[in-house]
């Protein structure tokens, strides 16, 4: 039966006011915390975010609690009827939040004693803060992880749809950011495919690491209560309970490693949001950004501004810069907790939150833009980006090496930029003066469409190779 009792809220005692101490650990001490004291130890601005982990938590641990006969039935259902009135609360806009409580934990015991009575009382029996907040952070992690990995799949799914309408669209390839070969455009979006590919294996791993868990570590050495870790681990969605106690509550590991993963995708979006600021320039104009992604400018008004992908390319910062910080923080810390661990949450939730919004920008972007396959096919046939094929059939046609295939085709090259001409635009005695044996079968592969479709190779970009790599990403991550 669940107890009822008075739902008045608690007291809020004033910061660092009287000589009360912190009623919810204070039988030590006799005085309360400085304002200071109180303002660089509160959490509760930003480990709010953890309320539904942190009554999960506590659901199980009280349920485990009662079955093992640590708690009466009757102390275990008021309780998780109080906590669940406590998440109501919440959800609703109407809890009490107070700073003078610390965090998250401390306001929720504080809410649930007003609620329920002492019996809220028994809820931290055989367990500690210590293995509460690792528990808590991992069940929110564990959440992010799956939502981040579902995000790149958003996007894969977008690239291998605009790969899919360019497989046959002509752009040049860069290296040094120079033209160096013509690609398929559906062959470079793949590309990003792939990358997106292995962040999403390295979510996937870190999930697996993290699942592990800390209830029931206590502060750091476990518990004497009979408590039964496997029922909490299973009721949580763990894999098991974390092997040693110690580990279980000065690991964040799973943290940093989350936040390297983080960054890697964000390195990837950067990338792309680099290509996509110089591809929809002017000077590029191989597509162009909608409105939805686009900003103007407050003076010129012809601007068409890419905003949309600098930030994505700017917030990637962020997210590298948190990986940094957890690094840092963690680096000096013997085993096992210390208070600079609270400072975990702060880069993860913004790195996480900046993530979001960066996959999701990059998606709305690929889903939305426009391809100007002519400026891209114009482009493709500059800078001599077919001289490698003439390299190519000097050496398959012709029996030469390809070190002097080379170098014939450097002397075709200079040619070309003293007549200030492209390759495809040298008359077929012109080549010939220079080596004889080029005949005039090599006039057609200086067309970037050709040179493209003769790229066969596993993995390469011809049109039927790349119109492959589109069905089996589909495969693969789809």
């Known amino acids: 039966m669940t107890r009822k009792t008075s739902p008045a809220e608690p007291p809020a005692p004033e910061a660092g006011a009287g000589n009360a101490p912190n009623r919810m650990w204070g039988g030590r001490f006799e005085a309360s915390p400085d304002e200071v004291m109180e303002a660089i130890n509160a959490s509760i601005d930003f480990d709010r975010r953890l309320y539904a982990e942190d009554i999960a938590g506590s659901i199980a641990h009280v349920t485990m609690l009662a079955r093992q006969g640590i ?134 791993d870190c999930r697996k690491r993290l699942n592990e868990s800390p209830l029931g570590a206590a502060a750091l050495a476990g518990t004497s209560f009979p408590i039964d870790r496997a029922m909490t681990a299973e009721a949580l969605g763990f894999d098991r309970p974390a092997a040693n106690s110690i580990d279980a509550v000065s690991d964040r590991d799973f943290v940093v490693e989350a936040l390297a993963a983080s960054a890697l995708i964000a390195m990837h979006l950067s990338r792309f949001a680099e290509e996509l600021v110089l591809w929809s320039s002017a000077q590029f104009g191989f597509i162009a950004l909608s409105d939805r992604f686009s900003t103007g400018s407050s003076i010129m008004p012809q601007k068409r501004n890419p905003d949309a992908a600098e930030l994505v390319r700017g917030k990637s910062g962020r997210i590298v810069g948190a990986l940094i910080s957890l690094l840092t923080m963690m680096k000096g810390l013997a085993l096992t907790y210390s208070k600079d661990m609270q400072e975990d949450k702060e880069p993860l939730f913004d790195a996480f939150d900046s993530l979001a919004l960066c996959l999701a920008a990059t998606t709305g972007m690929v889903r939305d833009m426009s391809v100007n396959a002519d400026a891209m096919a114009r482009a493709a046939g500059t800078g001599h980006a077919t001289a490698t094929d003439l390299a190519d059939w000097l050496v398959q046609e012709a029996g030469v090496p390809f070190r002097e295939a080379h170098a014939i085709t450097g002397r075709v090259v200079r040619l070309a930029d003293e007549n200030g001409c492209d390759l495809k635009d040298l008359a077929l005695a012109d080549l010939q003066a220079i080596e004889p044996r080029i005949s005039a079968d090599v006039v057609a592969l200086l067309d970037p469409a050709t040179a493209i479709a003769r790229r066969t190779s596993e993995g390469g970009t011809a049109p039927g190779e790349v119109a492959k790599q589109v069905a089996r990403a589909r495969q693969r991550f789809l």
């Open 71 to 204: 708690v009466s039935q009757e102390d275990a259902e008021a309780i998780a009827d109080g906590l669940s009135r406590v998440q109501a609360e919440i959800e609703a806009g109407g809890f009490p939040f107070d700073r003078a409580l610390e965090d998250i934990h401390m306001n929720i015991e504080a809410r649930l004693a007003a609620l329920i009575g002492p019996a809220a009382g028994r809820l931290h029996t055989a367990r500690s803060r210590n293995d509460q907040v690792a528990t808590d952070l991992r069940l929110w992690l564990r959440a992010r992880l799956d939502q981040a990995d579902q995000a790149c799949r958003a996007l894969q799914a977008a690239l291998i749809d605009r790969a899919e309408e360019n497989v046959a669209t002509v752009m040049p390839g860069f290296t040094h950011l120079q033209v160096a070969q013509p690609v398929s455009f559906g062959h470079h979006l793949l590309a990003y495919v792939e990358m997106i590919g292995r962040d999403r294996g390295r979510l996937a």
